[in-house]
């Protein structure tokens, strides 16, 4: 029977496009002090360190040797975990898998990325393989926006709909400090008119590229009760992989393969005694590249019907009061440093968990959350996470 | 009292080359032959499932046995699935510059059920739709090495 494990330490850099007043090693060590210092713990009470970032972003070669010393993991064990989009929960569910072994007592889980260093979609667009379309492929932007075209045939969703998403994310994130991209838009119609990127993504239906760190110190039950008196509980986590080549897009639009969002969602609750997600889970924060993608995840990680996830927004349940919040950080829409970006999903479930979101502290009592995250082959990992077990 | 100088933030501006030579391996390599030589796609079957791999691969992932050398020709037709076209123009690593595509990128359902990223013939946004019958437009000077080279887009067809 493995450990109970507890996440115990949280803490966030804020977000911005640019940082030129701080190194890679730098920002990242206002991550790691905010999470010793919200756990009350230093640095040498750290036994191991689980790093996520993707390094060809920013062109820096083993960042995590780097910052050895900024991250306190100098002579201790650890690794980085670079799977895209779901790299910082993978490092997350790979501390939570030490220390329910006993392996580690505690560990630090560190997710970062400088977006300023370099260019994202022209790294993903020159590492994509010729089977994948090596010439075409724009990055992440291009896939998102045929997956966009697909959901607002398929569902019925309109322009309209996946505005509301983001004025929701903006609302959201303009009540958390941490958020990257603040706006204050007032309507929908504010949304329409910003520029296309690529048919029907706009400009502003699409996450921002920024620069932050997010920081978890995951421990033993034992350590967990003797460190705070507000553990958040981490009930269980998983995984799927998925060859996205052969679906040929992020899915497979027969049908033919299930989403590997569906796998793994349908396992998770499953094990865990959940027949109706809405019902047994309180909220979610989920890895929404655009506001389309929000819709469509809602309905695959299965939060309402099929072709429904537009219906969410319109009756307002996903809002910080509604009934099932979605992303009440403002999300991805708002904030996006990549290698950082699952590991702040898990934060943010955690910190409304125990109360402590503050400005955007969901209506409703959380006791049950959970955090997902979705990667460049369309790979997804789900956090579970219980205010008690 | 003096003021203290504000703090000097250097940056490290550099722009690297990085040539790569990627080995396409025994399988892909043959669907690259066929299409730079033959003008055809071909895949290999699972000797388990009989499902066609795509692209061609050593692996069946869902029965997880090794695929052989049944080869299978395909159909170069299909129906979009999926489309798209750039409106902002994007750095492209390739060229080295900020590239504007006139071409619209589709996801493709080849008749034979694989999924493929490719351009479209046509321009007109208003003439795109999901369900259009396209067939490869095959390139015929200068042959290339693989699929984005060697297709240059979808042409509309009847049927």
Known sequence: MANRVAIVGIGQTYHKSRRPDVSQPEMANEAVRAALADAQLSMKDIESVFFSNMETFEGIYLPDHGMADEAGSFMKPGFKIASGGTSGIAAAKEAFHFVASGLFSIALVLGFEKHDAGDTTAAITAATTLAWGKGQARGAIGEFAKQASNYMKQSGATEEHAAMVRLKADRCACRNPYAHLRLGLKSVEEILKSGYLEWPLRLLDFCPQSCGACALIIASEEEARRITNKPVWIADVVAVHQEPFRAGAFCDLDGREPYSQDVASTKLYKRNGITNPRRDIDMAEIYEPSNWEEMFLCEVFHFCEENEGWKLIEKGITEIEGEFPVNPSGGVLATNPIGATPTIRVAECALQIRGDAGEHQVTRDVKTAVATALGGPNWTAMVLLRRSL | ?159
């Not at chain 2, 059920?113 to 046509?122: A, D, F, N, T």
């Not at chain 2, 795109?128 to 200068?142: I, S």
């Open chain 2, 1 to 159: 009292m003096a003021q203290e100088p504000s703090q000097e933030y250097i940056h490290v501006a550099y722009t690297m080359s990085r040539p790569y030579r990627w080995s396409a391996g025994k399988y892909l390599s043959k669907l690259y032959k066929e299409m730079r030589d033959s003008k055809k796609l071909v895949t290999n079957r699972c000797p388990k499932c009989k499902e066609l791999l795509w692209p061609p691969q050593m692996v069946c992932g869902r029965c997880k046995v090794r695929a052989g050398d049944d080869w299978v020709e395909l159909s170069d037709k299909g129906t979009v699935a999926g489309y798209t076209y750039l409106v902002y123009p994007l750095w492209d690593p390739h060229a080295g510059k900020r590239v504007g595509e006139d071409h619209p990128y589709a996801t493709i359902l080849l008749d034979d059920g694989m999924y493929m990223v490719s351009r479209l013939e046509e321009q007109d946004k208003e003439k795109l739709k999901v369900g259009m019958r396209v067939q490869a437009v095959w390139r015929e000077e200068g042959r290339g090495r693989g699929l984005d080279e060697d297709i240059l887009y979808f042409r509309t067809i009847e049927q």
